[in-house]
C-alpha cells in the first residue's frame, strides 16, 4: 500500500483528533444526574480505557519524536524537550521520562539502519493496544529493572510476557507483587553483583519543608552502610552529645544515626579533602542581609536549595568552615564575606548565590551549586568580568547562551533577562517567590524589568 503524503497524514489526523474532541464535547455536556452508579461504573471504565488507548498514541508520539523514521526534525539548535515541555506544560522530568518509557517500548533500528523489535516487546504490544495504564507501565518496568544481571535473557523475556500478561487483567499492585515472587523465583539464592548493587543505590534528598526540617531516604550499598554504621556507633553516651544534653545521653538509635551522619558529613567538609567545587573550595555557602544577621532570626539561604535558621549560621559561622557572605538589605553588594582569601572570582560567585540563588533561565530550578558563571554580555565580545554582567547559568542552559541558542540582556534593576528569538526576553522569577507573589495580580508574560 502506498504510504500517505504526510499533508495527507496531517489531515487525516486533525480530523480524528478533532471528531473526538466534539464527541468530548458532546459527552461533557450530558447531564449523568440520573444515570444511576451501575451506569456510571460502566462509563468510568470506558473512560479509563480511552485514557490508555490516548496514553498508548501519545508514547507513540514520544519514540517517533525521538527517532523520525522520516528524518524530519526539529529545525537544527531548537531543543525538543524545551518544546515538549512548554507546549504540554510538562515538567522537564515528565518529559524526559517519556522519552525514556518511549524509548524501551518502540521498535529499534541497529547501527546499520536494519529494523529491531522493541526492547520490551509484550509491554509495547499492551501499550499500543491501549490495554494497560501508566502505572502498570512502571510496575512492569520496574519489575523487570529489580532483575539481577544473573537471569539469562530468555528468563527475563518469560518475565516480561508474564508481567505483561496480568497487566492487562490485574492492578498495578498485583503486578508489582508477581514481579517480586518472579525475582525470587529466578533468583533464589539471592545472587547479586556489584553492578546490580551500584544500579539500584540512590538516595533522595525530599523537600525542605516549612519547619527546615528534610526527608531522606533511599538504597545504600554495603560499602555506604559500614561508613553509616561507623559513625553512628561512635555516638556513643557521652560523647558528641548535643550541646545542651547534660550526662546521659537520651537520643534514640534514629537521632543518633542522624547525628552520626551529620557529624560525618560535618567532617567530610571541614577535612578540604573534598577538593574543590566550580572554583569555591566545597563548604557551606550562606548568605544573608545585615538586618536579619543583626536580629539573629529568620532564615539564611545556602548555595542549594535549602534555608538554615540564623542561629545556626551564626554557630556554623563561628567554627569559621563555611562561606558566610553578609549582604546590605536589598542590595546586591556584599558588606563581608567569610573567608580571609578574596579573590575575585570567588567575590562574583558569591555575588550571583546572593542575587540570582540559581540558574537565570526563566523556569529553570537549578540551584546555584549546579551553576556556571555567564557573561551576560559575552567575554568574546567585551563583556566585562565584573559582577554586574556576571550572572548564574545551569551548565546546559548556560551551553546554549554560549552557542547562541538565547541572548541574555542586563535589565534596568541589574537582572539577567533570556530570550531564544521568539518573544521577549525574560528573567526567572522561580528562586525569588517574594517577585512571583508580587506578581500575582498581573497576567503572565514577561517579568519586571524585561529589557527591549
Ligand atoms: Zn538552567
Known amino acids: 500500500m502506498e504510504p500517505l503524503s504526510a499533508e495527507d497524514v496531517h489531515v ?9 474532541d466534539t464527541a468530548y464535547g458532546r459527552l461533557r455536556s450530558v447531564c449523568t444526574d440520573l ?4 451506569f456510571r461504573i460502566e462509563v468510568a471504565a470506558r473512560l479509563e480505557a480511552q485514557d490508555r488507548v490516548n496514553r498508548g498514541l501519545s ?7 525521538a527517532e523520525p523514521v522520516d528524518g524530519v526534525g526539529m529545525p537544527a539548535g531548537v531543543k525538543v524537550r524545551d518544546v515538549l515541555a512548554s507546549r504540554l506544560r510538562l515538567t522537564a522530568g515528565e518529559v524526559k521520562r517519556r522519552f525514556r518509557i518511549a524509548s524501551r517500548i518502540r521498535a529499534r533500528r541497529s547501527p546499520t539502519g536494519a529494523p529491531l523489535p522493541p526492547e520490551l516487546p509484550a509491554l509495547a504490544a499492551a501499550v499500543e493496544e491501549g490495554e494497560v495504564g501508566e502505572d502498570h ?9 529489580r532483575l539481577p544481571s544473573v537471569v539469562a535473557p530468555a528468563d527475563r523475556e518469560a518475565a516480561e510476557r508474564t508481567l505483561v500478561r496480568h497487566a492487562r487483567e490485574e492492578d498495578s499492585r498485583f503486578v508489582a507483587a508477581i514481579g517480586v515472587g518472579i525475582a525470587d523465583c529466578l533468583n533464589p539464592d539471592g545472587t547479586f553483583t556489584d553492578e546490580d548493587r551500584a544500579r539500584r543505590r540512590g538516595v533522595v534528598l525530599g523537600r525542605q519543608g516549612p519547619d527546615g526540617m528534610s ?9 555506604g552502610r559500614a561508613y553509616l554504621e561507623t559513625v553512628t556507633a561512635a555516638q556513643r553516651p557521652g560523647r558528641h552529645v548535643p550541646d545542651g544534653t547534660e550526662g546521659r545521653d537520651t537520643r534514640t538509635p534514629e537521632q543518633r544515626c542522624h547525628d552520626g551522619l551529620k557529624l560525618g558529613l560535618k567532617a567530610g567538609v571541614e577535612s578540604g579533602a573534598l577538593g574543590q567545587h566550580r572554583g569555591l573550595p566545597v563548604t557551606v555557602i550562606v548568605t544573608t542581609t545585615l538586618g536579619e544577621l543583626e536580629q539573629a532570626c529568620g532564615w539564611a539561604r545556602t548555595g542549594g536549595t535549602g534555608r538554615l535558621p540564623m542561629r545556626d549560621v551564626i554557630r556554623m559561622a563561628g567554627e569559621a568552615i563555611h562561606y558566610l557572605a553578609v549582604f546590605e538589605d536589598h542590595s546586591t553588594r556584599p558588606l563581608y564575606l567569610g573567608r580571609a582569601k578574596r579573590l575575585a572570582t570567588e567575590d562574583h560567585r558569591i555575588i550571583c548565590y546572593a ?6 533561565k526563566p523556569n529553570c530550578f537549578e540551584p546555584g551549586y549546579h551553576c556556571e558563571v555567564h557573561h551576560a554580555q559575552p567575554w568574546s565580545e567585551g563583556g566585562p568580568t565584573d559582577a554586574d554582567n ?4 545551569c551548565a546546559c542552559d548556560h551551553k546554549m547562551a554560549t552557542d547562541g541558542e538565547y541572548t541574555t540582556t542586563v535589565t534596568e534593576d541589574g537582572r539577567i533577562a533570556w530570550s531564544d528569538g521568539s518573544g521577549p526576553p525574560r528573567v526567572n522569577d522561580v528562586h525569588h517567590p517574594e517577585r512571583l507573589l508580587a506578581d500575582s495580580d498581573e497576567p503572565p508574560g514577561p517579568g ?3 529589557g527591549p
Do not use: K
Open 137 to 145: 507501565i512502571a510496575a512492569v518496568c520496574q519489575a523487570l529493572d
Open 215 to 223: 526527608r531522606l531516604s533511599g538504597w545504600l550499598d554495603p560499602e
Open 390 to 393: 556576571l550572572h548564574f547559568g
Open 448 to 450: 519586571p524589568g524585561a
Open 59 to 65: 508514547y507513540r508520539m514520544f519514540g517517533e519524536i
Open 12 to 20: 487525516a489526523v486533525r480530523a480524528e483528533l478533532d471528531a473526538v
Open 355 to 360: 542575587r540570582d540563588r540559581g540558574c537565570t
Open 35 to 38: 444515570a444511576g452508579n451501575a
